[in-house]
């Protein structure tokens, strides 16, 4: 059973494990969300990760060994759950305890990280399945309320003298940098928090996709608070 959003919004809801990986993409749509209400205390896991960079995973065998209150083993069984189904679905999930990411200053103009409103690009059909625990989750944007960096013309412009080669070779240097998967919200956009508890399945760019791939980004951490997120 589903829960179909709005016409306009890229987002519909799905009850089950099996509705997420089974319901197809269509029109707008491309995300879907299992919508789950989240049992237990995940701050507790979080608390007791020591970062020694902005992010590190977190394996199931580290939280077997955290000493936790009964709502802390809640959370736990949890995400130990959520690993095991999405594994036995044939996908590889990683659990990451993140302060920050990583900023990309190679271009000021047009930084590439994940901050930045993108789509995931794949060669064979397999799209992006992510959970917020704890902390900002990430946001979507309808496509109809964003443009393509790459074709807006100052920024091609400038893209075009980093480039400095044969006109011919343009598209292919755009897509090799990646310049051309990510995105600017328009003046009425009204980017959606994905949410918390939620696991999300977002249409990726290949080959076979039937709908635009999904816009989204991470959230900016406010006042250093960590995020625990699940993705493959």
Not at 54 to 61: A, K, R, V, Y
Not at 130 to 139: I, V
Not at 168 to 178: A, D, G
């Amino acid at each position: 059973m589903t829960n179909q959003s709005p016409p306009t919004q890229p987002i519909q809801f799905v009850n089950t494990f099996r509705d997420l990986v089974t319901t197809p993409f269509q029109g707008n749509v491309n995300a879907l969300c299992w919508k789950r209400q989240l049992i237990g205390d995940f701050s507790e896991i979080v608390n007791q990760i020591a970062l020694n960079e902005n992010m590190t995973e977190l394996h199931p065998d580290e939280l077997h060994g955290l000493k936790l209150s009964e709502q802390g083993q809640l959370a736990r069984e949890m995400l130990l759950q959520d690993l095991k189904t999405l594994e036995a679905h044939g996908a590889s999930p990683t659990l990451n305890v993140i302060h920050s990411y990583e900023r990309d200053d190679s271009y000021p103009f047009f930084p590439t990280d994940v901050y930045s409103f993108h789509v995931d690009r794949s060669p064979i059909p397999v799209d992006t399945y992510l959970c917020t625990y704890y902390g900002d989750s990430s946001e979507v944007l309808p496509n109809a309320q964003a443009e393509q960096k790459v074709l807006v013309p100052e920024i091609r412009a400038e893209l075009k003298k980093l480039f400095g080669g044969p006109d011919k070779y343009f598209e292919l240097f755009l897509n090799e940098q990646y310049f051309d998967l990510h995105y600017q919200p328009k003046s009425n956009a009204q980017p959606i928090s994905l949410g918390i508890g939620h696991m999300c399945r977002l249409a990726t760019d290949h080959p076979n996709g039937k709908v635009p791939p999904c816009i989204h980004r991470a959230p900016k951490e406010k006042n250093g608070k960590k995020r625990l997120l699940l993705i493959c």
